[in-house]
């Protein structure tokens, strides 16, 4: 059992890590295409605009699963300097279980934003509606709240673990 849910988790991983790259490779080339269509031809395709900004929101909502998967989004830390040596790991769980629950909330009433673009029923480019575009939001937030969970619950918890990702920051332990 643990084996089939280690492999369905690397599995995921690897998953998020080729979106990431893939929206971001399709947004250069066809934001390349595009100009070169537009300087030397006189010409574009008239879908890539709209597809380019989708590309952002996703490549922007993957890069943060990213970024939370590897303990590398930004923190902004001013307490903790200050704080004694046994406090500052109260004080790191405490952190992430907010940080958890804020990522919850913002999934949730993503969803129901989501829910709305489904009613109005829009079309983003190319016959695919926005609201399946849009569907990164709630993805991203319900996974970085659950790996922000994982966190304030085993601080020495990681995704990916390299010998400085182990722990919490040092300055937290």
């Known amino acids: 059992m643990r084996l089939t849910l280690s492999r369905i988790h690397n599995f995921l991983l690897a998953t998020e890590t080729f979106l990431l790259l893939f929206f971001l490779l399709t947004a250069i080339l066809l934001a390349s295409s595009q ?11 008239f879908w890539a605009d709209s597809a380019l900004r989708i590309f952002v929101l996703w490549i922007g909502m993957l890069g943060a699963m990213f970024a939370s998967r590897n303990r590398k989004h930004i923190r902004i830390d001013v307490l903790s300097h200050y704080l004694p040596a046994k406090l500052q790991g109260n004080i790191w769980r405490v952190t992430e279980l907010i940080t ?3 990522c919850a909330i913002v999934a949730y009433y993503s969803i129901e934003f989501i829910q709305y673009e489904y009613e109005d029923g829009l079309i983003a ?9 849009e ?5 991203a937030f319900i996974v970085m709240a659950l790996r ?3 966190y304030s619950i085993m601080p020495g918890y990681s995704l990916n673990p390299e010998p400085s990702d182990i722990n919490p920051p040092s300055e937290f332990t």
């Open 35 to 45: 100009i070169i269509l537009r300087n030397f031809f006189d010409s574009g395709i």
């Open 148 to 150: 922000y969970l994982c």
């Open 100 to 102: 958890a629950i804020v």
């Open 135 to 139: 569907t990164i939001i709630p993805l």
């Open 125 to 133: 480019f190319a016959n695919v509606p926005v609201w399946l575009c």
